[in-house]
């Protein structure tokens, strides 16, 4: 069903950091306001710097991300950031705070192709218990993103629950029914799931609930079946031998060579790190073994071009 619908593609995209300033407390982040880390936001030189680096990667598709900090990294800052960066990537998607439709709609004109946010999970009270400070404990206008989202009319959303807060099946239920909602009431917009699993980072936090490789390839099936045409995504949080094996099973996206602190790709400082990553490939040696399986590379997303 997978190679019907998208033939035989994986679609490459890398995440750019541009802040790690953060006013959430989230119990299972580095980033979060509690833990003690240098902050750092990069500056339009800092972004230049950061664009050539992945651009020289090979990279068409970008996925910005921001802790979520509203005063100093918000729509001032993204108004400033994102026609900088959009002049060197087809495609742009973002992974920051939730914000309004106006806004989203404004961001659309600057280049905003896309935007991932993730409830992290569907069931209240165990998602007021990780989510302690900040604008993020409002379970409800994080739930209501996506709507405000397609009625900006952005191209494409993305959801997910970040797996091991809750139970894994009840959560991923509810992300496909998520997904169902949206579809039938706006149907103009793309969809892609991601399945993040926790990984550990500072301040360390156990999941509650465990999935295994085999339940998580299981989960992939469940959604292709599902849903035939919802992009599903796959991060370096996965361990390389993993990725590979799942390749032919439903999975239309991958981040490749990613570096979860800012200014990661021009400067290496892991120590700024959001979380470890598990695939520490080259993005050449991932897209090689995406070759050996069988399956063509495609550096870009949409053309907005296409889209007028
Ligand atoms: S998950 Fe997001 S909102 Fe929560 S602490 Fe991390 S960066 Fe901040």
């Not at 001032?76 to 060197?88: D, G, N, S, T, V």
């Not at 009319?153 to 949206?182: N, P």
Request: charged share 25%.
């Amino acid at each position: 069903m997978t190679r019907q619908r998208f033939g035989n593609t994986v679609s490459f995209y890398v995440p750019l950091y541009l802040s790690n300033l953060c006013a959430n407390a989230c119990t299972y982040c580095g980033f979060s306001m509690e833990n003690r880390l240098k902050r750092r936001t990069l500056d339009s030189g800092d972004i230049e710097r950061e664009c050539e680096a992945i651009k020289r990667m090979g990279f068409d598709s970008i996925l910005l991300v921001t802790g979520e900090h509203e005063n100093k990294v918000g729509m001032k800052y993204f108004r400033e950031a994102l026609p900088q960066i959009k002049r060197h990537f087809s495609y742009l998607a973002m992974e920051v705070q939730p914000l309004g439709t106006k806004e989203y709609a404004e961001l659309k004109t600057l280049g905003l192709d896309a935007v991932m946010v993730y409830q992290e999970t569907y069931h209240k009270p165990t998602y007021a218990e990780h989510h302690l400070r900040g604008k993020k404990t409002d379970f409800h206008y994080r739930l209501e993103t996506p709507d405000r989202l397609a009625q900006a009319g952005v191209d494409k959303i993305g959801i997910g629950a970040l797996i091991g807060l809750e139970d894994w099946r009840t959560d991923s239920f509810f992300v496909a029914a998520h997904l169902d909602y949206l579809e039938r009431t706006y149907w103009q917009s793309r969809y892609s799931i991601s399945f993040p699993r926790l990984r550990p980072c500072t301040g360390g936090l156990e999941p509650k609930s465990i999935m295994t490789d085999r339940q998580m390839v299981q989960l992939i099936c469940a959604y292709r079946l599902f849903n035939p045409h919802v992009e599903l995504s796959l991060s370096t949080r996965e361990s390389p031998l993993f990725r590979d094996n799942v390749l032919p099973l439903g999975v239309t996206t991958m981040s490749a060579a990613s570096k979860t602190q800012p200014g990661g790709y021009a400067d290496d400082t892991p120590e700024l790190e959001q979380f470890a990553i598990s695939d520490e490939r080259s993005a050449t040696d991932v897209a090689e073994a995406v070759k050996k399986a069988g399956f063509e590379v495609v550096w870009k997303d949409w053309d907005s071009v296409y889209s007028g």
